[in-house]
C-alpha cells in the first residue's frame, strides 16, 4: 500500500471471512472513507500469490475452514463497478468521488472461510480523522440484498480485529503527508544463515530459541525539534521483545551521528506494534534503531506481510501533521511451506503408483545441502526409489549431474528416507517451490485407518548423513490414507458425435461434464455414527471443481422426486443404461451401470482443486433410521453405478500419461486414463500483436489502423479436409479432377475471435484481407506447408461481425495433429484505451460431418489479448544514414519522441526496436551504442543517461532503451512541459534480414512513475527494411568476349541469408550493360520488366546459406570497360514488393577489359604498298587478297575504350586453327612496327581508298618489343611495351581525370597516359600471312598483367590465298584494238589451294567476250567453266576463248584468274563469294591493223579518200567498215574505183552491239587483195565530203569484220590530214595525152585547181603510184602549161630526181616568202613509165608543200596531199605474136599474178 497524500495508484489488499455461504454472482462491497477514490475504472485483482500458499502442511484434500485453512482468491471471473457510498437511492450516479467498490464474484463463497483480493485507489489529497473510521466490507446477495457487513471499520493491524479501539488511530489506516525522503532500509541479523545470499533470511525463533536484531535506517524525519509519535507496525506472528536482552538500541552504530539517538523507549501495547512516543529528531538528519523480535514460523496469509513506519501517527497531541510513513515487505523466512504430497492412487499394495512431493523453501542451497524426506510408520512398507523427475515450475532441475539421490531405510527405524542435495562444484540452486515426482512407488501392503506423514525439511552437509545441520525449518506433511482394492473405476468415453449430447465439452477452461463409473469389491460397511461415505475423485493437476460443486453432479438413475430442484439423478436413459436384459449397451461402455441407490444420493461435494469430495449418506445410519421392514438400498459389490460431475477443463493438455483415480470409502480404485484436451499444445501456441496503441478512425486510414498480428498454434487434434486422402485407392483422376467426396467426409474449420472491440479487414463479399495460413516455420520454398485458395477459404462474419475470422478447409490439405501452423493477419484495435484489461482472445477448431451437418468441436484455447494505451504526440524513427544492409551498423538513428503530459520524475520512457537490432552492440552492458543528442540542448540534463539491454528470446535478439526522468531539484511535475519534442541520435545494428511483419516496428512506452507504475502513452513506428546479406559474391566473365560492349556470357554466385523468389540484378558501372536479351540458366526466367542494365529473374529458389550459381548468356556488356559496380537485390515475390537480401555497390566482382575497336585493317602486298605510296600504280591487286609468304604490311586502326597508361603492354597476336600455319610476323629493319596517331584536332576521316586524313602524324614510341614465338618458332606475336603518349595532345580531360584518379589509389604509381581512350591509332606491322583464317588478338595489359582492353581475339584477319599459274596466248600475233581474238588460257592450282567452286579471268580493261561493248573505265569479269576446261587445275587446266580487245594497249595489260568460294548464308539463302586464290599473267597489247588514209583535208571538198591497210589471212575478214569523222561524209564512189563493192553502211538490231551505233560508214566488201606472207592487202578509193570548218577533233575508224559481222581487225584511231582552213583547192585530176599502156612511156597530165589564191605554198609535190616511173629524161620534158604558176626562177623550178615523183618548186623571195599562186588551174605535163602490172594503189598523190624539201604526201612540211584516181582505161602490154597468138588467156592470167606479186612486195617496203 502507499500511505502518501495524493497518490493515484494505491493497491490495497483486503482479507475478510465470509460468515455465510453466498451463491455465485454474489458482491463484495468495500465503502473508503470521503476523499478516496475508486474512480470509474474500478480495478480489481488476485492477491498476492503469498497469502494463497499453504503455511501449515495441510492434510490431503485441504481443510476449508478453521484456523488452519488456506486463503482463497474471488476466483477468475470478476467485474467491479463503483459508486458513492453516501448516494441516496433517488439520486443519479455520480460522476466523481467514487467511494464505493461493488465487485461481483462469479464463485461460490464458503461460510467460515478466508479471501482476499486487491483493489486500486486514489488517496486523499488531506488527512481527516474520519479515515480511521469508514472503511467498511459488505456482503450482497446476486439481487443486492445484504446478507453481512463490518461492525466497525475495518482494522489497520490485523492483530485489532473484533475489537475497537478507543483510539482512532489505532483503528482503520488513514493517509501521511509524504514518504520518507530516503528510502528505509530493514536489516536482520542473518543468524547463522547458510549463505550470504541468504542474509535477510529469518530463522523462526523455535528453530533456534533466539530472537533476531532488526536494524531500522535511515529515518529522514520532515520535522524539526518537534515531539513526534512513531509506530512501527510488524506483520502478524512477529513479536517486538525491545527489553529483552540488548533488546533496543536508539541509534545505529556507524551509521547515525552522535546526536542522532533516540532517547525514548518503546513501548509495545500490542506484540507487533512498536511505540516511540514524543521523539525528536531534526531536519536534514538521518536516524535509526536496533530492536529485536520474534519471528514466527509462517508468513501472513490473512493479513498485510509488511512492515510499516509512521511518523506523527497521533497528531492532534502536539497539532501536527501526519507526517510520513512508508511501507516494506516482509523478509523471507527459512521454513518448509506451501508443503503437500500427492498420490495417484492409495490402493494398498499398488505398486505402480506415483508420488509427488510438492515443497517451498526458504533457503538457497549450496554444496552437500538438499532435500530430506522422512516417512513416519504408517509409510512402512513404502517403496519408493532414485532417480524422481523434477516436476516442472521448480526453480531449478535436480539430475544426476548437478545432483545426488539416495532412497534408504533409517538406521533404526527402518522407515523410508530420501536424500536429494546438490553435488560439490554445482553452485547455489535458488530457493523456491519444487516439486519431485517418483514412479513406480509401491504402497504400504495393508490399508490403514488414518493418512501417514513425511516430514519434508532442508539439511546441510546431507553427504555426511547423519551428521547433517538444518537449514530450514521442517514441516509435516500428511499422505493420502492407503485404502482398500476397488474392483473396478473410470471414466466413460461416449463416441466423438455423442459426447456433446451427454454434455461433454473438452475444450481448455470449459466447463466439462465427465461421467464416471465404478464397482466395489465389498459393500460398503461403516458404524452407523458415520453419517457420510466420501467418494474421492481425483483429476489430473489442471482440473478445477468448484468448492461447492454438488449443483454439478447428477448420478445415474431415474429422477425419483421431480420436484427436487437440484437434480441429483440424471433421469432416464443414462449413459449406458440397459432397461432389460436383451439390451445391448453402446460399445463404449463398459458395460451395464445400474440406477443409483435410492436416497443414497449424494447430499455434499466438496472441491479442492482437482479433487472432489462426494458425501454420500452411509446406508448403515439409514437402515438405524430406518422403519421396521423398510428396505433400505445400499451400494452392492460387483455392480457398476455411475454419475457424472460438472469439472473445469484446465487450460492445457495434461501432460502425457494423465490419470485419474477414485476413492470409495475404504476401497481405492487403480488409475484411469483421462481424457485428451481439446486445446491447442500451449508451449508453442501464443498470439503476438503488434500495437498496443488505439486507433484514430478520423486521422489514420483503414491500412494505417489494421496492424499486423501472428498467431502460432499446434493443434492436438486433427482438422479434416473433405477429400483427404485416408488410404491408398487404386484411382486415377483426368488432369484437373476432383476426388469425390467418400461416404464419411468431413469439412474443418478454423475459427478465430477477437475480442468484440477488435476488427478484421474485410474485403469484398466478406472475404479476409491478408490473411495466410501455412505452417509454422515453413520454409517460402515448402510449398507443401502453405494453404492457397485452392485448399482453404477465409471468410470474416460479415461487416456486424467481423471480429470472427474462419478457415474453411476445403481439398485434400489438412491441418494435422501435433503440427505448428501460423496464421498471419491484420486486425484493428478498439478506439478508447483498455489498459490494464487485455480481452482473451478465442481460437477453436471444429469438423461437421458433412452427410448429416452435425458439427463437433475439436480444438480450443483463449489466448490474452492486448490491453490498448493512448498513441503519443509524436514518434519517429528514422533511418539518417539510409543504411539497410544486414548486420550493418546504422551510424545515424534519429529518433524524435513528443507526449502531450508533461513528463515527471520518475516516469520511464521505453523505446524497444524491432526483432534483431542491436543496441548495445560491443559496448559495455547497459550502454546505448553512440547515444548523443543532436544540439547543445540537452532536455534531460540531470537524468542519467539511457541505458540499452539486449536479451536473446526464444524468438530472437530483443533489445529496450529506458530512460529514466530524474531531475535534480526538479519538482515531479514541473520537468519537462507537454508537447515538447525530445530528439536523440544513436547507433544500432541492422538485424541479419528483416524481422517477421509482426515484429519489425520500433515501439515507445511512456510509464508513469512511483509505487504504482502505469502507461500513460504508446506509439509504433514501422521500421525501414533489412536486406539480408549476400556472401560470397563472386561475378565472373565466361563468354568468349570479354570486352566493353561486346554480348557475352556472365557467371554470378552468390550465398543469400534469406529465401527469395526474384532477383534484380543492377550492374551500374561500367555504363551500359543490357540484359534485354539475356538468357538466364532453368528454371530461372528473365522477366518482362528487364530493361537496360536491370535485369529481373523470376521463378527462382534463393535457397538460405545455399550457393546460388546464375548463368547468364547474350549480356551486352556495358561501356568503356573498368571496374564493375553490380547491386544485387533479392524479393521475396514476384511483385517485388518484399525485398529481403540486397547487395550494393559490389565493387570486387570482375574488371570490364575495354573494348579495342579494330576497323579499316588492310593487309598489302609490297606492291599494293607501293600502290597507295604512289611509287606504281597498280588497279588490281589491291583489290585482291594478297599471297601467302610474301612480305606484307598489315594495317589496322585501333581504338580503345580505357586509358593505357606508360609501361603497360601492347599485345597483337594471331590465331589459326590447330595444325594451320601462323602469320609469321616480323621485326627486321625496315619492317618494325608503328604505331601513330593523328595530331590534328579533329575528327578522324579518312579517304575512299581507307588512307587517313591527317596531316599531321605522330609515331608513338615503344620501350620494347617482345616477339612472341610458338612451339615451333615461329614469330605469332608481339608484345609492345608502350612508351608515354604526348600529355599536351591528349583530347580527353575525362582521360587525364580518370588516369589521375588512378594514381591517387594506394599503392599505385603515378604513370602518364600512353594511350588515350576514343581515340584512333593505327598501328602496322609487317609479316607473312598463310592461307590459314586467321583471328587477330588485340590486348592491352596493365603492368599488373591485368586485361585493360582487348577485341576478345574476334578482330577476323583479312586471309592470303596461295598464288595461281595463269597463261595467256593470243591466236594471232598482233591483236588489233576492238576485235575479236581467240585467246588460249591455262590455269594451274597453287599448293595448299583451299577448295573452290567458281573459276574466273579478270579481263584487262577494254577487253570483253565476244560481241560484248566493254564497260567504261571497268574491267570484265569472265566465268570460266571447269566443266569446259581441259586437264587438271593441278597440272593446267586449258580454256580457249574469244575477246574482244580494247581500243588501246594497256598501261596494266594483265589478266587475272580468280578462284571463288561460295558461301550459302543457311538462314536467308542469300550466296557470298571469296576469293581463294588468284594469278596473274602480263597478258599482251593490242596493235591497230596497219592503215594508211589519204584525202585533201580542205574546206568543202569532195575528196579523194585513199586507203591502204592489211590484215592477217587468218582473221577471216569479209567487210572493212569505214567510219569518218563528225561533219565528215564517207562516200562510196559511183564509178568503181576498185574491184570491191561499196555500200553506205546501215546497221540493225540482229547485228553486233558494237557495230549497232556506227554512222557515217560505209561497208566495203572485201575481195581480192595481196596475199603476203600471213597478211593479205587491201587498197580502197573512196570519196569524202569534208566541212566547210573544222568544228571538232574526231578520227577515221576501220573494222575488218568477219561473215557474221564479228570484228577482227581495226585501226580505230586514224588521224586525217589537218584540216586546211583557208586552202580552196578543186580536186586534182590525172589524166593522159595518150590512152597509157602498160609497160610503155605515156605523157600524164596533172591539174590542180586553186579556187583562191595560194600563199605559202613552196612546191607542189606529185607521187606516182608503186611500178609507176616518171621517165623524163630532160627536164624540158617536166612542162607547166600555165605559166601563171610562179615557178622557182633563181633555182631550177624542176626537181625530178625521183623516180617515184616529182616537185615543183614556187618562186621563193629572198626574204623567204613564197609567190602567191594565183587563182586559177595549173597543168604539169611529163612522161611516165606505165606499170607492166597493175600496182597495189593505183592512185596517185598531189602534195603542197611548204618548204622544197618534202619528198612523200607523208612528209612533215606539207600544207596538204590529194590522191588521185588513174581512171584511165589501160592498154595491156605489147608483147611477142606467138604468145599473143597461142595463149592469150594463160598470159592475162600469168600477168595478173605477176601483178598481184609485184603489189604485195611494194606494199612491203620490197
Known amino acids: 500500500s502507499n500511505l502518501t497524500a495524493g497518490a493515484k495508484f494505491n493497491f490495497l489488499t483486503v482479507f475478510f471471512q465470509a460468515t455465510h455461504p453466498m451463491p455465485m454472482y454474489s458482491y463484495i462491497v468495500l465503502d473508503a472513507p470521503d476523499g478516496f477514490d475508486f474512480t470509474g475504472n474500478c480495478t480489481v485483482g488476485q492477491a498476492d500469490p503469498q497469502y494463497l500458499q499453504d503455511w501449515e502442511g495441510l492434510a490431503w484434500g485441504t481443510e476449508q475452514i478453521g484456523p488452519r485453512s488456506l486463503t482463497s482468491s474471488l476466483g477468475d471471473e470478476f467485474s467491479c463497478s463503483t459508486d458513492n457510498w453516501k448516494r441516496s437511492v433517488l439520486a443519479p450516479p455520480p460522476e466523481v468521488n467514487f467511494t464505493r467498490a461493488r465487485i461481483r464474484v462469479r464463485r461460490f463463497l464458503i461460510a467460515e472461510k478466508f479471501y482476499a483480493f486487491t483493489i486500486r485507489v486514489r488517496n486523499p489529497q488531506y488527512f481527516y480523522s474520519s479515515q480511521h473510521d469508514n472503511w467498511r466490507l459488505w456482503v450482497q446477495s446476486p439481487e443486492g440484498y445484504m446478507v453481512d457487513g463490518s461492525k466497525y471499520t475495518v482494522q489497520f493491524n490485523a492483530a485489532r480485529i473484533d475489537t475497537l479501539p478507543p483510539d482512532s488511530k489505532d483503528r482503520s489506516w488513514g493517509i501521511y503527508k509524504e514518504k520518507l525522503r530516503r528510502d528505509l532500509v530493514l536489516e536482520f541479523d542473518w543468524g547463522g544463515a547458510p549463505s550470504m545470499s541468504d542474509s535477510n533470511l529469518l530463522a523462526p525463533y523455535v528453530l533456534f530459541a533466539m530472537t533476531t536484531k532488526l536494524t531500522v535506517f535511515p529515518i529522514t524525519p520532515s520535522s524539526d525539534g518537534v ?153 512402512r512398507g513404502t517403496l519408493i526409489s532414485c532417480w524422481p523427475m523434477t516436476l516442472p515450475g521448480s526453480p531449478a532441475e535436480l539430475t544426476e549431474f548437478n545432483a545426488v539421490c539416495s532412497s534408504f531405510v533409517h538406521q533404526i527405524s527402518l522407515l523410508p528416507m530420501i536424500s536429494l542435495y546438490v553435488a560439490e562444484g554445482v553452485g547455489r540452486l535458488p530457493a523456491g517451490k519444487y516439486g519431485f515426482r517418483f514412479y513406480n512407488v509401491r504402497n504400504p501392503l495393508n490399508a490403514a485407518t488414518e493418512m501417514a506423514y513425511w516430514k519434508f525439511a532442508t539439511h546441510g552437509r546431507l553427504n555426511e548423513y547423519p551428521l547433517h545441520t538444518v537449514l530450514d525449518y521442517p514441516k509435516d506433511v500428511p499422505t493420502p490414507q492407503v485404502l482398500g482394492i476397488m474392483r473396478e473405476s473410470g471414466m466413460l468415453h461416449p463416441a466423438e458425435f455423442e459426447a456433446p449430447l451427454l454434455g461433454r465439452d473438452d475444450a481448455p477452461l470449459r466447463t466439462n461434464l465427465l461421467s464416471f463409473y465404478f464397482k466395489l469389491l465389498k459393500s460398503p460397511e461403516f458404524p452407523p455414527s458415520m453419517t457420510h461415505i466420501t467418494i474421492a475423485l481425483r483429476g489430473p493437476s489442471g482440473y478445477f471443481f468448484e468448492e461447492d460443486c454438488l449443483q454439478g453432479l447428477q448420478v445415474f438413475g431415474p429422477i425419483h422426486e421431480p420436484s427436487d430442484t437440484r437434480n441429483k439423478s440424471i433421469g432416464d436413459g443414462w449413459p449406458c443404461q440397459q432397461k432389460n436384459r436383451r439390451d445391448s449397451v453402446a460399445e463404449w461402455c463398459p458395460g451395464p451401470i445400474v440406477e443409483w441407490p435410492r436416497n443414497l444420493e449424494p447430499s455434499a461435494c466438496l472441491g479442492i482443486g482437482n479433487t472432489a469430495k462426494i458425501s454420500v449418506p452411509n446406508s448403515a445410519q439409514r437402515e438405524r433410521e430406518a422403519v421396521k421392514d423398510e428396505v433400505v438400498p445400499r451400494f452392492e459389490n460387483e455392480t457398476m453405478f455411475g454419475f457424472r460431475i460438472q469439472v473445469r477443463n484446465p487450460p492445457s493438455q495434461s501432460e502425457a500419461g494423465a490419470m485419474w483415480a477414485m476413492d470409495f470409502g475404504a476401497e481405492a480404485g487403480r488409475p484411469f486414463s483421462s481424457l485428451q ?135 485434400q490439405k489438412t491441418v494435422n495433429s501435433g503440427t505448428a501452423y501460423t496464421v498471419l493477419g491484420r486486425v484493428k484495435n478498439p478506439n478508447f484505451r483498455t489498459w490494464p484489461d487485455a480481452d482473451m482472445w478465442l481460437l477453436e477448431t471444429f469438423k461437421r460431418f458433412i452427410a448429416t451437418q452435425q458439427l463437433l468441436r475439436l480444438d480450443s484455447v483463449t489466448l490474452p489479448g492486448v490491453a490498448t494505451v493512448s498513441p503519443s504526440s509524436k514518434f519517429y524513427v528514422i533511418n539518417d544514414s539510409g543504411e539497410n544492409t544486414g548486420n550493418a551498423k546504422v551510424v545515424a538513428v534519429n529518433i524524435t519522441m513528443q507526449f502531450r503530459d508533461r513528463l515527471r520524475n520518475g516516469d520511464r520512457i521505453l523505446i524497444t526496436p524491432p526483432l534483431g537490432f542491436n543496441m548495445n552492440f560491443n559496448v559495455p552492458w547497459g550502454t546505448c551504442l553512440d547515444f548523443r543528442w543532436p544540439t547543445s540542448y540537452i532536455p534531460l540534463v540531470d537524468s542519467p543517461p539511457p541505458t540499452c539491454k539486449c536479451n536473446q528470446t526464444d524468438i530472437g535478439l530483443q533489445c529496450r532503451m529506458e530512460f529514466l526522468i530524474d531531475e535534480a531539484g526538479a519538482d515531479r511535475d514541473a520537468v519537462v512541459l507537454g508537447e515538447t519534442p525530445l530528439q536523440f541520435l544513436m547507433s544500432v545494428i541492422n538485424p541479419p534480414s528483416q524481422p517477421d511483419q509482426v515484429y519489425d516496428w520500433w515501439k515507445i512506452e511512456l510509464w508513469a512513475g512511483g509505487p504504482e507504475p502505469r502507461p500513460l502513452y504508446a506509439d509504433i513506428q514501422a521500421s525501414w527494411p533489412v536486406y539480408g546479406a549476400l556472401d560470397n559474391i563472386s561475378t565472373v566473365l565466361v563468354g568468349n568476349q570479354n570486352r566493353a560492349g561486346a554480348t557475352s556470357d556472365l557467371q554470378i554466385s552468390f550465398v543469400p541469408t534469406a529465401w527469395a523468389s526474384t532477383a534484380e540484378i543492377i550492374l551500374d558501372e561500367p555504363s551500359g550493360f543490357d540484359f534485354t536479351n539475356c538468357r538466364p540458366n532453368a528454371p530461372l526466367r528473365r522477366d518482362e520488366r528487364t530493361i537496360g542494365n536491370r535485369l529481373i529473374l523470376a521463378d527462382g529458389r534463393f535457397l538460405p546459406g545455399e ?73 588490281v591487286s589491291p583489290l585482291l587478297p594478297c599471297h601467302s609468304s610474301e612480305l606484307t604490311r598489315l594495317e589496322i586502326f585501333i581504338s580503345i575504350s580505357r586509358f593505357v597508361m606508360e ?73 609492345i611495351i608502350l612508351a608515354e603518349f604526348p600529355q599536351n595532345q591528349i583530347r580527353s580531360k575525362e582521360a587525364i581525370a580518370a588516369a589521375a584518379a588512378l594514381a591517387t589509389s594506394p599503392g599505385v604509381k603515378n604513370r602518364p597516359l600512353a594511350l588515350e581512350p576514343d581515340r584512333t591509332f593505327r598501328l602496322r606491322y609487317w609479316l607473312r600471312p598463310s592461307t590459314a583464317p586467321v583471328n587477330w588478338h588485340l590486348i592491352t595489359e596493365d603492368i599488373s598483367g591485368f586485361v585493360s582492353n582487348t577485341n576478345d581475339g574476334l578482330t577476323v584477319g583479312i586471309t592470303a590465298v596461295p598464288e595461281m599459274s595463269l597463261t595467256v596466248v593470243s591466236d594471232v600475233a598482233r591483236n588489233p584494238p576492238q576485235s575479236a581474238v581467240y585467246v588460249l588460257i591455262t590455269v594451274k592450282s597453287a599448293a595448299g589451294q583451299p577448295p573452290f567452286s567458281k573459276l574466273q579471268l579478270l579481263l584487262p580493261y577494254g577487253f570483253a567476250p565476244n560481241s560484248v561493248i566493254p564497260p567504261t573505265g571497268q574491267r570484265m ?59 596473274y599473267n602480263n597478258g599482251f597489247g593490242v596493235a591497230p591493223c596497219p592503215v594508211t588514209l589519204s584525202f585533201g583535208n580542205v574546206p568543202s571538198l569532195t575528196a579523194w579518200l585513199a586507203i591502204q591497210f592489211y590484215i592477217p589471212t587468218i582473221a577471216g575478214g569479209k567487210f572493212a567498215l569505214i567510219s569518218a569523222p563528225q561533219n565528215y561524209e564517207v562516200i562510196c564512189p559511183e564509178t568503181p574505183m576498185m574491184n570491191m563493192a561499196c555500200t553506205v553502211f546501215v546497221p540493225d538490231g540482229d547485228m553486233p552491239v558494237n557495230l549497232q551505233q556506227l554512222v557515217r560508214t560505209v561497208n566495203v566488201s572485201l575481195s581480192g587483195g595481196n596475199q603476203e606472207g600471213d597478211n593479205t592487202l587491201f587498197s580502197l578509193m573512196l570519196s569524202v565530203q569534208t566541212p566547210e570548218t573544222y568544228l571538232t577533233y574526231d578520227v577515221w575508224r576501220m573494222r575488218i569484220v568477219d561473215a557474221g559481222l564479228v570484228v577482227v581487225d581495226s585501226a580505230i584511231d586514224i588521224l586525217p590530214p589537218d584540216f586546211q582552213t ?33 600563199k605559202d605554198m613552196w612546191a607542189v609535190l606529185i607521187s606516182l603510184p608503186e611500178k609507176y616511173r616518171h621517165d623524163i629524161q630532160h627536164k624540158n620534158q617536166l612542162k607547166n602549161v600555165n605559166k601563171q604558176f610562179p615557178v622557182a626562177i633563181d633555182l631550177e623550178w624542176r626537181v625530178f630526181t625521183n623516180l617515184r615523183w616529182l616537185r615543183i618548186l614556187v618562186a621563193v623571195s629572198q626574204t623567204g616568202t613564197a609567190s602567191i599562186v594565183p587563182t586559177g588551174t595549173y597543168q604539169w605535163q611529163f612522161p611516165v613509165m606505165v606499170a607492166m602490172t597493175p600496182p597495189f594503189a593505183t592512185e596517185w598523190y598531189v602534195t603542197l608543200c611548204q618548204d622544197y624539201g618534202c619528198t612523200s604526201p607523208a612528209s612533215a612540211n606539207t600544207i596538204a596531199s590529194f590522191p588521185v584516181p588513174n581512171t584511165a582505161p589501160q592498154l595491156p602490154p605489147v608483147s611477142l605474136q606467138a604468145s599473143l597468138t597461142s595463149s592469150s588467156q594463160s598470159w592475162c592470167g600469168l600477168s595478173l599474178m605477176m601483178w598481184l606479186a609485184v603489189t604485195c612486195a611494194s606494199s612491203l617496203g620490197v
Open 1421 to 1479: 569479269l569472265l566465268k570460266l567453266d571447269m566443266d569446259e576446261g581441259k586437264g587438271t587445275l593441278e597440272d593446267g587446266m586449258t580454256f580457249y576463248t574469244r575477246v574482244m580487245t580494247p581500243a588501246e594497249t594497256n598501261i596494266d595489260p594483265r589478266w587475272f584468274v580468280l578462284a571463288k568460294a561460295i558461301m550459302v548464308d543457311e538462314i536467308t539463302g542469300d550466296e557470298t563469294e571469296r576469293v581463294v586464290g588468284w594469278g
Open 1207 to 1279: 609501361g603497360d603492354i601492347l599485345l597483337v597476336k594471331n590465331e589459326v586453327p590447330f595444325g594451320e600455319r601462323p602469320f609469321e610476323l616480323t621485326k627486321e629493319s625496315g619492317y618494325e612496327p608503328t604505331l601513330e596517331a593523328c595530331l590534328d584536332f579533329a575528327t578522324d576521316a579518312f579517304h575512299d581508298n581507307g588512307s587517313w586524313q591527317c596531316e599531321h602524324i605522330r609515331p608513338l614510341n615503344f620501350s620494347d618489343i617482345i616477339m612472341l614465338r610458338n612451339s615451333i618458332g615461329i614469330a605469332e606475336g608481339m608484345r
Open 677 to 811: 484436451i481439446q486445446t491447442f499444445h500451449t508451449d508453442v501456441t501464443n498470439l503476438r500483436i503488434t500495437s498496443c496503441v488505439v486507433v484514430n478512425p478520423i486521422f489514420q486510414t483503414e491500412a494505417e489502423m489494421n496492424m499486423p498480428f501472428r498467431l502460432d498454434f499446434v493443434p492436438y487434434t486433427t482438422v479434416p479436409a473433405p477429400r483427404m486422402v485416408t488410404e491408398v485407392v487404386d484411382r486415377r483422376l483426368q488432369s484437373g479432377g476432383v476426388a469425390p467426396l467418400e461416404p464419411d467426409a468431413e469439412e474443418g474449420y478454423i475459427v478465430l475471435l477477437t475480442p468484440e472491440t477488435f476488427s478484421f479487414p474485410v474485403g469484398d463479399y466478406d472475404n479476409c484481407e491478408d490473411a495466410v495460413l501455412e505452417q509454422k516455420g515453413r520454409k517460402p520454398w515448402e510449398e507443401d506447408g502453405y494453404f492457397g485458395f485452392n485448399d482453404i477459404k477465409c471468410k470474416i462474419d460479415g461487416k456486424d461481425f467481423p471480429n470472427r475470422m474462419n478457415f474453411t478447409l476445403l481439398h
Open 1622 to 1654: 583557208g586552202l580552196e583547192v578543186g580536186n586534182p585530176g590525172l589524166s593522159w595525152l595518150e590512152k597509157p599502156q602498160m609497160g610503155e612511156v605515156s605523157v600524164a597530165v596533172v591539174e590542180v585547181s586553186f579556187n583562191r589564191r595560194m
Open 227 to 379: 515531539p513526534v509519535f512513531i509506530r512501527m507496525m510488524a506483520p502478524i506472528g512477529y513479536t517486538w521483545v525491545p527489553d529483552a536482552v540488548d533488546g533496543w538500541l536508539g541509534y545505529v552504530p556507524g551509521k547515525t551521528c552522535e546526536v542522532c539517538i533516540f532517547y525514548v523507549f518503546p513501548e509495545v501495547k500490542v506484540f507487533n506494534e512498536l511505540l516511540l512516543d514524543e521523539a525528536i529528531m531534526t531536519v536534514g538528519l538521518e536516524y535509526g534503531f536496533q530492536v529485536r523480535i520474534n519471528v514466527p514460523t509462517r508468513a501472513p496469509s490473512r493479513s498485510s506481510n509488511s512492515f510499516f513506519l509512521e511518523i506523527g501517527y497521533d497528531p492532534w497531541n502536539f497539532n501536527l501533521d501526519r507526517m510520513q510513513a512508508t511501507q516494506l515487505p516482509g523478509p523471507r523466512l527459512r521454513i518448509v511451506y506451501d508443503a503437500s504430497v500427492f498420490s495417484l492412487c492409495n490402493m494398498a499394495g499398488f505398486g505402480e503408483n506415483n508420488l509427488e512431493f510438492y515443497l517451498n523453501i526458504g533457503s538457497s542451497l549450496g554444496a552437500n545441502e538438499g532435500f530430506l524426506f522422512s516417512g513416519d510408520e504408517l509409510t
Open 1107 to 1179: 550457393t546460388v550459381q546464375l548463368s547468364l548468356s547474350l549480356v551486352e556488356l556495358g561501356n568503356g570497360g573498368g571496374p564493375t559496380r553490380i547491386s544485387i537485390r533479392l524479393f521475396y515475390d514476384i511483385q517485388m514488393t518484399r525485398e529481403v537480401a540486397r547487395r550494393i555497390n559490389f565493387l570486387q566482382g570482375f574488371r570490364l577489359p575495354g573494348a579495342v575497336v579494330a576497323d579499316k585493317q588492310k593487309l598489302w602486298s609490297m606492291p599494293v604498298v607501293k600502290h597507295w605510296t604512289g611509287e606504281v600504280q597498280d588497279s
